[in-house]
């Protein structure tokens, strides 16, 4: 066994497939009550952290931020997920009025601020990973929904194509200045996109794929890139080359592979094992226990984190939350 590491140290063995003392964990979910103002969403991620000690902080903004400056709105009541009230595509010709971004501006802005924030706070230790969406995933927020998007994309190709374009170059540039802030890395999530209850493989290979290398390809080197494959039939190995080093994805969800699968399928650090839509909600510490250490004698001791299959919901209990943890530190 590994002596006691630091948490980065503890992220960087297990990303390299190196003994570690024991697995990462970390676990992530909305602060929705916070989320409306980007720095009080910062001091609730900290507080969170400091209450739980995770061994990275994946910053989980609000899941419109990417699209408010191009024109989204919503509306927050209480500590509940907010509701889209406006978006920017109305009609296929409105794509064609996409234009870039000032990223250090508008909300993004104030989300980069938000992550120096985390940042500062997390101290030099603790890993930060922030959340960006891929650009197909973008494209689908600026819609009503994500159906309207998907017939938009195959009945006006070019004009989506456009909105692409302008989406991939905003967001590589903002994926810059949040490595340039002292993230670690992305989280970079399909949301519903990669999955073929969206799409094809053969339109997401042309739709998502192209666009999601670019960004990827083009940034300057980090060390925690964490890819996060979203839903039920993700295209978990469709992905596999992509330039990350880690993937996260629901390994409890219908026709997705299982955490052990997965790991022999890509190859590399594989992060999640956590049932968070079941277990970890409606379960006893001592039943969290009891899977985590069950998975931890399949898994092995090298080359996987342990987290959930995306982000868990407000409502699980503290006591579980902890019994993630003291599981692995049992």
């Not at 234009?99 to 601020?113: A, F, N, R, S, W």
Request: aromatic content about 10%.
């Amino acid at each position: 066994m590994a002596d006691q590491m630091t948490p980065r140290e503890r992220v960087q063995a297990a990303l390299q497939g190196r003994p570690v003392d024991r697995p990462p964990v970390s676990m992530w979910r909305h602060f929705f009550a916070e989320e409306g103002e980007p720095l009080r969403m910062a001091e609730a991620m900290l507080a969170f952290q400091h209450a739980y000690r995770w061994d990275f902080i994946k910053v989980n903004p609000r899941a419109s931020y990417h699209v408010e400056d191009w024109g989204v709105r919503v509306r927050y009541t209480g500590d509940s997920p907010p509701h889209v009230v406006e978006w920017p595509i109305k009609r296929p010709d409105d794509w064609l009025a996409l234009e870039p971004l000032d990223v250090t501006k508008g909300v993004l802005g104030q989300h980069l601020e938000a992550l120096r924030v985390v940042v500062r706070g997390a101290g030099p230790e603790v890993p930060v990973v922030m959340t960006l969406f891929s650009p197909l995933s973008l494209l689908g927020r600026l819609a009503n929904s994500e159906e309207v998007a998907a017939a938009h994309l195959r009945l006006y190709p070019e004009k989506v194509a456009y909105a692409l374009e302008v989406i991939t170059d905003t967001f590589t540039r903002f994926a810059r200045a949040c490595l340039e802030a002292g993230a670690s890395g992305l989280f970079f999530a399909t949301t519903g996109w990669a999955t073929a209850q969206r799409l094809s493989r053969d339109e997401y290979a042309r739709w998502g794929r192209p666009y999601d290398l670019r960004l990827l390809r083009s940034l300057p080197p980090a060390p925690f890139h964490l890819l996060h494959v979203c839903r039920d039939y993700a295209f978990v190995a469709d992905l596999r080359d992509y330039p990350v080093h880690a993937v996260n994805w629901d390994a409890y969800g219908e026709g997705n592979p299982s955490l052990p699968q997965g790991k022999g399928l890509l190859g590399r650090c594989v992060v999640g094992g956590i049932p968070h839509r079941t277990l970890l909600v409606h379960g006893t510490p001592q039943e969290i226990a009891r899977v985590v250490t069950a998975l931890r004698q399949e898994m092995g001791e090298t080359g996987w984190m342990l987290g959930p299959g995306c982000t868990f919901p407000p409502n699980a209990p503290e006591a579980n939350l902890r019994a993630v943890r003291d599981a692995l530190e049992g």
